[in-house]
């Protein structure tokens, strides 16, 4: 999907009162560019603070950062995140 269009949902969403999904959609785009560009520390600065102001990362979320981790080659990485997920009853 090109940005303008995941502008247009964005927009969408807010105006719907649907917020909660803007900020899910925004966090799995941005934290997806930077799994692709191999900057899993930002990444991961990025998941955490959508944990601690208090927004449930879905299954979506919680598969980039394993994919991402694994093709790196982090495995025990992935496999820490497959755990957490696991916790929280996503996978």
């Known amino acids: ?4 269009t995941f502008n247009v949902l964005i927009d969408g969403l807010c105006k719907n009162g649907m917020t909660e ?3 899910n959609l925004f966090e799995e785009m941005t934290i997806d ?5 191999n900057r ?3 990444a991961e600065v990025l998941f955490q603070k959508v944990l601690e102001v ?3 990362p879905d299954i979506i979320l919680y598969t980039i950062m394993m994919r991402g981790l694994s093709d790196a080659g982090r495995m025990n990485d992935a ?3 497959e755990r957490h997920s696991s916790r929280h009853s996503m996978l």
């Open 1 to 4: 999907m090109r940005c303008d």
């Open 21 to 23: 999904a803007a900020l």
């Open 33 to 37: 560019g930077l799994v692709k560009a």
């Open 40 to 42: 899993f520390s930002e």
């Open 54 to 56: 208090g927004l449930e």
């Open 79 to 81: 496999m820490n995140r």
